[in-house]
Structures are given as structure tokens and as C-alpha cells.
């Protein structure tokens, strides 16, 4: 039986509320999944990858739109072994600066410190739920729904 995660992050990675504001936000998320057979909230002090598991499709160039597949793959590495300290990139495709986490993820992935997360959940955070949320955080955020055997 396959797993479905559902989770919010900042759209800035190196986000990271503070203790009062993730409160809030996880009761907030936690009434919008109630029927979730877990909630999760990690606040780190590294950035992490947050991917879609087995939904994984590709990444692309925001810029020309080229699949980034292989090249993606060993900058990742990289960037992993600096524990994702500079997200700068530029992409082999164009030439274009910008940052892994601005890379068109198909379907959605990103980069955060602060993760809101629900295991299993019976409905998906509407949005009108996600802008109650980012206000409530006082932040962008980005939706990620992930799936995993």
C-alpha cells in the first residue's frame, strides 16, 4: 500500500519561523488534515530537499524550459555534499543564474528549513486553506505532494 505525504514549505529555503509562528501554523494545517494518520512540523537549521517521491516526473529550465535531468542529478550531489548551503546555480542549457529551488519541478519540489507535513491525508489543503497559512506564517509557500511505496 502506497503512502501519500502532503507538505507546505516556504518558498524561501532558508526560512524558518519562529516557535510561536510554527504553533500557529501547525494547529492551523493540523485542523485542515484532521483526518491524517499523522502531522508532522521539522524546523531545522539546514536546508533540506523536499521531493515529490514517486511522483517525480523532471526538472526543467525556468528559463528555456530544457530538461535538466542528468545535468540536475550530479549538481544535486553536489550541492547535498555542502549540506545545500548555496543554492546558486547555472544551468548547462542557457547559461542562466538563479537558485535550484527557482528550477520548474514537475511535479513540485523545493527547498526548506520548515516543513509542515501530513501522512496519509483525506483531503488536500485548498487555496483559501494555503493563503490562510502563508499568512498565518508570514511567508509564500509552496505545496508539495509526495507519494512513496
Known amino acids: ?20 509562528i510554527q504553533q500557529m501554523a501547525q494547529a492551523l494545517f493540523s485542523s485542515f ?11 531545522s537549521d539546514e536546508i533540506s530537499f523536499v521531493d515529490p517521491g514517486e511522483n517525480w516526473e523532471r526538472v526543467a529550465c525556468p528559463v528555456c524550459g530544457a530538461d535538466l535531468g542528468d545535468w540536475w542529478q550530479a549538481a544535486m550531489e553536489a550541492a547535498y555534499a555542502d549540506n545545500f548551503a548555496d543554492l546558486t546555480v547555472t544551468v548547462p542549457c542557457c547559461g542562466a543564474t ?51 511505496e
Not at 503512502?3 to 519562529?18: C, E, G, K, Q, S
Not at 516543513?115 to 497559512?133: F, R
Request: aromatic share 8%; with cysteine.
Open 98 to 148: 538563479g537558485s535550484f529551488n527557482d528550477l520548474i519541478y514537475d511535479p513540485a519540489a523545493g527547498f526548506a528549513r520548515f516543513i509542515l507535513e501530513a501522512i496519509n491525508p483525506v483531503n488536500d489543503v485548498n487555496g483559501s486553506q494555503l493563503g490562510l497559512l502563508s499568512a498565518t506564517m508570514r511567508c509564500d509557500l509552496r505545496k508539495i505532494q509526495a507519494r512513496y
Open 33 to 43: 488534515v484532521a483526518k491524517a494518520d499523522q502531522v508532522n512540523v521539522t524546523a
Open 1 to 20: 500500500m502506497s503512502t501519500n505525504v502532503l507538505r507546505i514549505i516556504p518558498t524561501d529555503p532558508n526560512y524558518l519561523p519562529d516557535s510561536g
